[in-house]
């Protein structure tokens, strides 16, 4: 007769047994766009930086003086490694300074 196994023989399912393994894992493979930002037009509101769902935008202490001379000590950029190219910033920008151009 065969004998079962117990819920205690089976290996525990469903968990992450590396935390922080997405920073390890590049996704620029998956993108067909990438976002670019217009830094003249960027006005700064951070909202690409809280929409991104792959924390993507970078915000850096980098000042920046627009053409016109308006000083911002803010500088967004994007880390191509972990966007995905959703184009989730680029929808939510509110001063459409975010464009999503063909992945070359």
């Not at 976002?35 to 970078?58: L, S, T, V, Y």
């Amino acid at each position: 007769m065969k004998e079962f196994k117990s819920w205690k023989d089976y290996p525990i399912g469903g968990i992450i047994s590396e935390p922080g393994s997405t920073l390890e894992l590049d996704v620029s493979g998956w993108r067909n766009e990438r976002p670019q930002i217009d830094q003249e037009k960027c006005i700064r509101c951070r909202i690409c930086w809280i929409f991104c769902p792959d924390a993507a935008i970078i915000e850096e202490e980098k000042p920046y003086t627009t053409k016109t001379g308006k000083s911002y000590r803010l500088t967004y950029s994007v880390d191509y490694v972990h966007c995905k190219g959703c184009g989730i910033c680029a929808q939510e920008c509110p001063a459409k300074a975010i464009q999503m151009i063909p992945e070359v």
